[in-house]
């Protein structure tokens, strides 16, 4: 029996090759996260072009502080927690409310809806509800958070989180049955 | 009188409620004439700093730090003139009587056609002594101490020896 | 119906319009936009250094200044006593010689 040497090359990630300045690897950082960043904007307005420029600017912000960033858990916390207070601070400087159905009548059409009239329903009335709600039920459900998670994101105590979810689910089911 | 001096010593009896107090002791122009000139301003804090710094196996030291324990400052200004009549040595010397108040009682006055005049004057507090001036004029020299806070008279006359540092004046006196 | 189930199919993620990559890319050149330096560790470590060094010996030139400021003021209570103390002295002498005389 012949015994095989193994030669493990440590390759640096393209969070290491984005913080040395290649701008390639810092694309591939975009592309990685790019749909959870996109996504939080999107379901907290309802607004493809909002979320399209919140997302940007996330980004932007990301590659400003790059140097900050020490792993990709830290990346992905550092993503998620920008994205969420970005749409928040927006939200209170413009006071912008939620899209209409009607104005949501264009969304892309989503896979493995089973229903898309209720995906749609559902989405307003998310984003009719106030501004940490929205972004406490967003981040429990787009990106499957529990609550001491979140409470980190939105820098609360994780009895208000879980306070916030309770009231924003009896909204919901609320609204969904006097339609 | 033999030895040519004039003592007049002062009593003390009564108590005076007054607080030990610090005198000014500038003497404009003085310092310009000296050929030495000693000056100690040693206020409540600087005693303090200076009492950690003496040493507890000298006799002399010990003795120093615990005089200076309650004390508020300790003043000194010595001049020492190469020349008889370079300072008019009862000018300065009145200069510092004229500050002191009715609480300063005179405890001593040695006066001396060829030695040193001494007055010695004390903040009395009841039977405590609570500040010292002492005024020494002679023709080559003249010295001001003013300590402010508790004084243990006979304590402070019997501080003897160098303490480890020079003599203070580079004229050597003579008193006996 | 399960409220928590339809609202994680409804909210899960959607991809941004194709090309959001690049768009970023784009304002990143178009903006100037400048990533701040990351400082080596060895510059951090040598920083650390520094700055150690400086406390070290500002507290040690503080504690040389402090020993030499009580030191100063030892000498200059003890030149002080001794003034006084030799004129008290005097002082007395010449009472006592007085007394004597008589």
Redesign the interface.
């Known amino acids: 029996m012949t015994a095989m040497a193994t030669e493990v090359i440590a390759m640096p990630t393209v969070l290491a090759r984005a913080r040395g300045g290649d701008h390639d690897a810092f694309a591939e950082l975009i592309e990685t996260h790019e749909a959870m960043v996109y996504s939080v904007a999107w379901n907290f307005f309802g607004d493809r072009g909002k979320a399209e420029e919140i997302a940007q600017d996330v980004f932007l912000q990301l590659y400003r502080n790059l140097a900050t960033i020490e792993s990709e858990s830290h990346l992905l916390f550092w993503l998620r927690q920008v994205a969420t207070r970005r749409c928040i601070d927006v939200t209170r400087r413009s006071r912008l409310k939620a899209v209409s159905l009607d104005d949501a009548g264009d969304l892309p059409a989503r896979e493995h809806a089973a229903d898309p009239l209720l995906d749609k329903r559902l989405r307003q009335l998310v984003g009719e509800l106030p501004d940490v709600q929205r972004a406490v039920v967003t981040l429990r459900y787009q990106e499957d958070l529990d609550p001491a998670e979140i409470c980190r994101i939105v820098g609360m105590p994780v009895n208000t989180v879980k306070s916030h979810l309770h009231r924003a689910l009896q909204a919901l089911r609320r609204k969904l049955e006097s339609h | 009188?033999?030895?040519g001096?004039l003592?007049l010593?002062f009593t003390i009896a009564a108590a005076f409620p007054a607080a030990a107090q610090q005198i000014n002791l500038d003497f404009p122009g003085l310092a310009d004439k000296a050929d030495e000139v000693?000056d100690?301003t040693?206020d409540a804090t600087?005693?303090r700093?200076?009492?950690?710094?003496?040493s507890n196996d000298d006799a002399?030291?010990r003795n120093?730090r615990d005089?200076?324990h309650n004390l508020e400052g300790?003043?000194?200004r010595?001049y020492d003139f190469g020349s008889d009549g370079d300072y008019d040595p009862r000018a300065s010397a009145d200069r510092v009587r004229s500050q002191l108040g009715a609480n300063w009682k005179p405890l001593?006055n040695?006066r001396?056609r060829t030695k040193?005049n001494?007055s010695?004057f004390a903040d009395m507090r009841g039977d405590k002594v609570n500040g010292?001036v002492?005024i020494?004029a002679e023709p080559h020299e003249f010295?001001v101490?003013n300590?402010v806070g508790p004084v243990d008279?006979d304590r402070?006359?019997?501080?003897?020896?160098?303490?480890?540092?020079p003599r203070?004046s580079a004229r050597e006196k003579s008193?006996? | 119906m399960n409220l928590e189930r339809d609202l994680t199919r409804a909210l899960r993620r959607t991809p941004p319009p194709p090309g959001f990559a690049g768009r970023v890319m784009q304002r990143i050149e178009r903006e100037g936009v400048q990533a701040r330096r990351v400082r080596p560790v060895w510059w951090r470590a040598a920083a650390a250094s520094l700055t150690l060094a400086a406390l070290l010996g500002g507290y040690t030139a503080h504690h040389v200044i402090e020993q030499r400021?009580?030191?100063h003021?030892?000498?200059?209570?003890?030149?002080?006593?001794?003034?006084?103390?030799?004129?008290?002295?005097?002082?007395?002498?010449?009472?006592h010689?007085?007394g004597s005389?008589r």
Request: proline share 0%.
């Open positions: 009188m033999k030895t001096l003592v010593v000693v100690v040693l600087m005693l700093m200076a009492a950690k710094f003496l002399d030291q120093v005089m200076i300790v003043y000194v010595s001593v040695v001396s040193e001494v010695i010292l002492i020494s010295t101490v300590i008279i402070l006359a019997s501080l003897e020896g160098e303490f480890g540092i203070f008193h006996d | 400021r009580g030191e003021a030892r000498d200059q209570v003890l030149l002080a006593m001794r003034i006084a103390g030799a004129k008290m002295r005097y002082a007395r002498q010449q009472v010689g007085i005389e």
